[in-house]
């Protein structure tokens, strides 16, 4: 699979756009997180995300985290993830380590499993031993990600929104 995890920058602005335009007409709830921040003025969305990254202006209930994009060889934008460098007590009940998503048009061709690898690499490199990944019972197609990048059952909770959340957890391969 020729794709890479980079980091948010202008050089990829209407391929992300693009991304979001494909994912808003669908309805589906953008996942990661991340990808809810408003693009109109790119450049102070990307200075927000990396101040996300370095810890500075985290909204209060928020950790420190990463967001990087899947992109192939065309530099088209397939996806993104979301890395929290640690977990408070919200997110190891919901939400976890690491949160994904591919654009609907990328989904299953085998993007999102390298994605997660892909993440896992950065998540290691960030100092995580041992990472959380959570997804909804129903997404079975998830599941079934977390589990290709070894991901083990722990555990099932309810969510706020009275949705069941698998809670997986991934041991990191040592450096």
Known sequence: MNTALVEPA????DQYLDMLHEWNAT???????????????FPA????????RTGNQIPDGYVPHSTFWLVNADRRVLGAVN????LNDNLRQIG????YGI????????????LLRLALIEARNIG????????????????????????????????TAGQVVQRYWIEMVPR
């Open 10 to 13: 202008l050089s990829y602005k």
């Open 27 to 41: 309805g589906e709830i953008l996942v990661p997180f991340t990808l809810g921040l408003d693009p109109s003025d």
């Open 45 to 52: 969305m990307l200075k927000l995300l990396e101040g996300y």
């Open 83 to 86: 890395i929290r460098h640690r």
């Open 96 to 99: 976890g380590h690491i949160g």
């Open 103 to 114: 654009r609907p048009s990328e989904r299953r061709k085998g993007h999102a499993t390298e």
């Open 128 to 159: 995580i031993e041992r990472a959380l990944v959570h997804c909804r019972k129903t997404n079975v197609g998830s599941a079934r990600v977390i589990q290709k990048n070894g991901g083990v059952l722990e555990s099932e909770e309810t969510d």
